[in-house]
């Protein structure tokens, strides 16, 4: 059974900074792409950022481009989402997930999500 436990959100100022964390088990890590997607209420999940198996190459939404980092450590089994200069429309539950395959801007394409962390930016 994949199991994948994001922590590290909660509330902060805008402009403000979170990492979020998101360790996985059940799975060799590293065969798996990574994600990280977002859904604010009413709204639909959207892509945030992806790394590949080796964390070679980095993908990311043009709004968190250049705000947001995407990184992951195979040997500790977790995928991170470092947030800076963030801003009220960042507010969302924030979720992990991995595809078997490779990286992807689309949701369906992942196989395996968390149950995800709320994040709230405070104007």
């Known amino acids: 059974q994949v199991q994948l436990v994001e922590s590290g959100g909660g509330l902060v100022q805008a402009g403000g900074s979170l990492r979020l964390s998101c360790a996985a088990s059940?799975?060799?890590?590293?065969?798996?792409?990574m994600g990280w997607f977002r859904q604010a209420p009413g709204k639909e999940r959207e892509f945030v950022a992806a790394?590949?198996?080796?964390?070679?190459?980095?993908y990311y939404a043009d709004p968190v481009k250049d705000r947001f980092s995407i990184s992951r450590d195979n040997v500790k089994n977790t995928v991170y989402l470092q947030m800076n200069s963030l801003k009220p429309e960042d507010t969302a539950v924030y979720y992990c997930?991995?595809?078997?395959?490779?990286?992807?801007?689309?949701?369906?394409?992942?196989?395996?999500w968390g149950q995800g962390t709320q994040v709230t930016v405070s104007s």
């Open positions: 059940g799975r060799t890590f590293s065969s798996d792409a």
């Open positions: 790394i590949r198996r080796s964390g070679g190459s980095t």
């Open positions: 997930a991995a595809a078997k395959s490779r990286p992807s801007y689309h949701y369906t394409a992942y196989d395996y």
